[in-house]
C-alpha cells in the first residue's frame, strides 16, 4: 500500500522543512541560553547537592517559638486575597460593560477600555505591591491594593468577553417589553453571565491566594514576608512548616472554592430552567 | 379579543402564583444569606489586612502624583535629548530585557517537556495503575502550587544569584501548571486509535506516541505557547530576589526613588509584554489554523 500510494505517506516538503527548523532554531536558541546563563553541569550537581542538604535540613519541619506569628500571618494573606478579589471584581464590572461591544457600541471608547485593562494587567502583582508600598506604607493593605489592581485588568478583560459571548435574545425580549437600556442589561445580560462570572471569580480567588502568599516578599503583607526572611536566615525547618502550612491551606481553599462554584452554577442553572 | 388573553381561574392561579413566591423566597433568602456572609468576611479580612481607609484617603492623592513623578518632562522642542536622557541606559536595559526572556523561553520549554512525560502517567485513561497516578498528580500539585518565586528564593540559595535559579524556577512550576493541563487534554482524547495499535501490538510508548500525541499536538503546543506568555510576566519579577533579569533594576529603582528609570523601565516592560502577546497569539491562530487543514 505504501509501495502504490506513496504521497499519501509523505508529509508536506514545506511542513516537514518547516518543523524540522522549528525544532532546531528552539534547540539552538536554548542551547545560546545555557552558554550565555553560564551553565555548567559540575556547578548545576554541586546546586542539586546544596537543595539536597537544604532538604535534609528542613526535616522535621518546625515553628520553633513563631508558631502564631505565622498563623495570623496566614490570616492576614487569605485576608488580602479575600479583599484584593473582591475589590477587584467590584470595580471590574463597570469597565467591562464598556469594554464589551455588544453593550456600548462605542468603538473609540471600547478600544481604549481594552488597552488600559492590557497596560494594568502588563505589570505583575509584585511591581503593583511596590507602587501601593510607596502610597499607603509597608503592610497588608499594599498588598490588598496591588492584588486588587492586578485582578481589575484580569477580571475587566474576561467579564467583558462573557457578556460579548452573552446572547441578545433576551436584551431583544426585554427591549420589546418596553425595557429601557439599564432594565435590558438587568434582565437580559446579568442573569445570563453572572454565574460565569462568580466562577471566575472564585477562581480567581483560589489563585490570589497563592499570589499572596509571596506578596511579602515585597513588604506588603502576609506569609511571604516570613517566609523570605527564614530562607535568607537558613531556618530551613521553619521554612519547611511554613510551606506546609501554605500548602495545606491552598488545597482546604482550593475544596471549599470548587465545591462552592458546583454548588453556584447548580442552583443557577436549577434556578432558570 | 383582548378576552382570549384571559388569564387562568383564581382557584388554578392561586396555587401557581404561591409556588412562585415560595421559589422567589427561597432564591431570596440564598442572595441575602449570602450577602450577609459576604458582609461578615468582608469585615474580618478589613480586619486581618489592617484595611485604613483613612491612611488610603490621604495617600490616595499620592499614587497619582506618584505617576506624574515617574513620568519624564518631555518638551517639545528638546524631544529627542529628553527621550535619550529618559532611555539614558537603553542597551543596558535590552540586554537585562533578553535575559529575563531567555529564562521564560528555557524554563517553559523545560517545564512543558517535563510537564508531556508526566502528564500521561497522571491521565486516568492511559495509567492504570492507581498509586503511579496519585503520584504523578500529587507532584504535579506540588510543584505548581508555590509561585515560582518561592522555588526562586531558595534555588538562589543553592545554585546562588543569577539567571539560572530562575530558569529552574519557572521550569519546575511550568512543569506543574503544564502537567495538569496536558493531562486533562489527554483524558479528553479518542481512545479508538490507542485501541486500534495495541491490537496490532504496540506497546505503551508506541501507543502513545502514534495514537494520542497526533490528536493532542496541537493543544500542547498552544497551552505552552500561553504558558510562555505568563512566564514572560513571572520572568521579570524574578529578579527581586536575585533570580537574573530586568526585574533587579526595576527593584533597585523604585525602592531608591529613581523616578524616570521606573518608568522607562515599565514601558520597556509593557512593550515587550504586549509585544510577546501578540506574537503568541498570532502563532496558536495559525498553528490550529494548519491542524485544521491537514486533519
Keep these: 500500500m505504501r509501495r502504490r500510494h506513496p504521497e499519501v505517506f509523505r508529509a508536506p516538503v514545506v511542513e516537514r522543512c518547516l518543523s524540522l527548523a522549528i525544532v532546531v532554531g528552539g534547540t539552538a536558541l536554548a542551547i ?70 455588544n453593550v456600548v457600541a462605542n468603538r473609540i471608547l471600547h478600544f481604549a477600555s481594552r488597552r488600559f485593562l492590557d497596560t494594568i494587567r502588563g505589570v505583575d502583582t509584585l511591581i503593583w505591591a511596590l507602587i501601593w508600598i510607596n502610597v499607603v506604607g509597608l503592610g497588608p493593605f499594599a498588598g490588598i491594593l496591588a492584588i486588587m489592581t492586578s485582578d481589575f485588568g484580569s477580571f475587566g478583560k474576561l467579564f467583558s468577553e462573557a457578556i460579548e459571548a452573552s446572547d441578545r435574545k433576551p436584551v431583544d425580549g426585554v427591549r ?36 499572596a502568599t509571596i506578596i511579602g516578599i515585597v513588604g506588603a503583607g502576609g506569609i511571604g514576608l516570613y517566609l523570605a526572611n527564614e530562607i535568607a536566615q ?23 472554592s470548587s465545591r462552592l462554584r458546583l454548588a453556584m452554577i447548580g442552583r443557577r442553572a436549577g434556578a432558570g430552567a | 379579543m383582548a378576552k382570549t388573553l384571559a388569564t387562568l381561574p383564581p382557584a388554578q392561579l392561586a396555587p401557581l402564583a404561591d409556588a412562585y413566591h415560595a421559589a422567589m423566597a427561597v432564591k431570596r433568602r440564598w442572595t441575602v444569606g449570602g450577602l450577609v456572609l459576604l458582609v461578615v468576611l468582608t469585615l474580618l479580612s478589613a480586619w486581618a489586612g489592617q484595611v485604613d481607609l483613612v491612611k488610603f484617603w490621604a495617600g490616595l492623592p499620592r499614587f497619582a502624583s506618584y505617576f506624574h513623578d515617574i513620568v519624564p518632562r518631555l518638551r517639545f522642542e528638546t524631544f529627542a535629548a529628553d527621550m535619550a536622557e529618559w532611555f539614558w541606559n537603553f542597551d543596558g536595559w535590552l540586554a537585562l530585557l533578553w535575559d529575563t526572556l531567555l529564562v521564560a523561553y528555557v524554563g517553559t520549554l523545560a517545564g512543558a517537556m517535563a510537564g508531556f512525560v508526566l502528564c500521561f502517567l497522571a491521565s486516568a485513561n492511559l495509567t492504570k495503575s492507581t498509586p503511579i497516578r496519585f503520584i504523578a498528580r500529587r507532584s504535579l500539585e506540588f510543584c505548581r502550587t508555590f509561585p515560582e518565586i518561592v522555588f526562586a528564593l531558595m534555588f538562589v540559595y543553592a545554585f546562588g544569584f543569577g539567571p539560572m ?63 510562555f506568555e505568563i512566564n514572560v510576566r513571572g520572568a521579570t519579577v524574578l529578579g ?4 537574573g533579569g530586568i526585574g533587579k533594576e526595576l527593584i533597585s529603582s523604585i525602592r531608591q526613588f529613581y523616578y524616570a528609570d521606573v518608568s522607562a523601565i515599565l514601558v520597556i516592560i509593557i512593550g515587550t509584554v504586549f509585544l510577546i502577546d501578540w506574537l503568541t497569539e498570532m502563532l496558536r491562530h495559525r498553528l490550529l489554523g494548519i491542524v485544521g487543514d491537514t486533519r
Design chain 1, 32 to 101: 545560546y541560553t545555557l552558554w550565555r546563563f553560564g551553565f555548567s553541569p559540575t556547578k548545576f550537581i554541586d546546586g542539586l547537592d546544596k537543595l539536597g542538604i537544604v532538604v535534609v535540613l528542613m526535616m522535621p519541619p518546625d515553628p520553633g517559638s513563631q508558631l502564631w506569628h505565622y498563623v495570623s500571618a496566614l490570616a492576614e494573606t487569605l485576608a488580602i486575597a479575600f479583599l484584593g478579589t473582591l475589590g477587584g471584581a467590584l470595580l471590574a464590572l463597570p469597565i467591562s460593560i464598556l469594554a464589551a461591544k
Design chain 1, 176 to 211: 420589546s417589553a418596553g425595557g429601557s437600556e439599564l432594565h435590558s442589561f438587568r434582565f437580559g445580560i446579568l442573569p445570563q453571565v453572572m454565574p460565569v462570572l462568580m466562577s471566575q471569580v472564585l477562581y480567581y480567588f483560589e489563585s490570589n491566594t497563592r499570589s
Design chain 1, 234 to 256: 537558613a531556618e530551613w525547618q521553619r521554612v519547611a512548616f511554613i510551606i506546609l502550612m501554605i500548602l495545606v491551606t491552598v488545597s482546604v481553599i482550593d475544596w471549599v
Design chain 2, 165 to 227: 535559579p530562575g530558569v529552574l524556577a519557572i521550569a519546575i512550576h511550568t512543569a506543574g501548571a503544564l502537567g495538569k493541563q496536558f493531562s486533562e487534554v489527554v483524558e479528553n482524547v479518542d481512545m479508538h486509535p490507542i485501541e486500534g495499535l495495541t491490537a496490532s501490538g504496540a506497546n505503551y510508548v508506541e501507543s502513545i506516541r502514534f495514537g494520542v500525541v497526533p490528536q493532542v499536538l496541537s493543544n500542547f503546543v498552544s497551552y505552552s505557547l500561553l504558558r
Design chain 2, 240 to 243: 527581586f530576589v536575585g533570580a
